[in-house]
Structure formats: structure tokens, C-alpha cells
Nanobody, 132 residues
Framework: QVQLQESGPGLVKPSQMLSLTCTVS??????????WSWIRQSPGKGLEWMGA???????FSSPSLQSRTSISRDTSRNQFSLQLTSVTPEDTAVYYC????????????????????????WGQGTQVTVSS
């Protein structure tokens, strides 16, 4: 059974950096063609995809957050992390990590592609409040 668990501080002061870690069990973050996303939901708003890291270590970020977002991984611990700099109260949200399954074409030699915006397994989410 694949499980994801977010961890990190629940309160961050404005202008500081938010750091969260997602610990994955039951699967490896290096499993071919899977990728792993960070998603958030602010009060009264919809889900916002923030970025992802692929099985090969490539990272992808939402254009609107790219300048403030960094995603990394620790394969020895099977974890991936999010860092968001210069936070403001608008970054207050529930932050989720999620697994993105690949899309595969069943040809003679199956071809698979990373899909960043479809998620099959989610963590429970962690509330982060930005406040002084």
C-alpha cells in the first residue's frame, strides 16, 4: 500500500522560507516514469499545483511560483521536499504531496511518459499558516 505523509512546521513568519517534506512508503520515488507533486489549497480557493519532481530527478514548477519554489529529493530516505521562499499570508494553505502515475502506450515496446497533473495517491495534507 502506497502512502504519502507530509511533514513540516505549521506556522511560518512572513518573509521566511517554508520547508515541507513528503515521506513515501510502499513505492520508490525513483520508480520509472512516476513523478511526485506538491499541491496546495488556500482558504476558499481551489487546488493549486505547485510543482513536481520526476523519477529521474528533473524538477518542474508552476510558472506563477517558479521564482520562489524549489523541489528536491533524498532517494536514500525516499523523500521529496518543497521549499517556498519569501512567504506571505497568501501562502497560507493546506499543502499536499501526491503521486503522479505515468501514461503508457501499449506498443511492442511500451512507451511511458510522465504526467505531472494527474494524481492517484495523496497525502493527508498539512496546514501551513503564514503569520507573524
Amino acid at each position: 500500500q502506497v502512502q504519502l505523509q507530509e511533514s513540516g512546521p505549521g506556522l511560518v513568519k512572513p518573509s521566511q522560507m517554508l520547508s515541507l517534506t513528503c515521506t513515501v512508503s510502499g513505492d520508490s520515488i525513483t520508480t520509472s516514469h512516476y513523478s511526485w507533486s506538491w499541491i496546495r489549497q488556500s482558504p476558499g480557493k481551489g487546488l493549486e499545483w505547485m510543482g513536481a519532481i520526476g523519477y529521474d530527478g528533473r524538477t518542474f514548477s508552476s510558472p506563477s511560483l517558479q521564482s520562489r519554489t524549489s523541489i528536491s529529493r533524498d532517494t536514500s530516505r525516499n523523500q521529496f521536499s518543497l521549499q517556498l521562499t519569501s512567504v506571505t499570508p497568501e501562502d497560507t494553505a493546506v499543502y499536499y504531496c501526491a503521486r503522479n502515475p505515468p501514461r503508457c502506450i501499449p506498443t511492442a515496446q511500451p512507451m511511458c511518459f510522465m504526467i505531472l497533473y494527474e494524481h492517484d495517491i495523496w497525502g493527508q495534507g498539512t496546514q501551513v499558516t503564514v503569520s507573524s
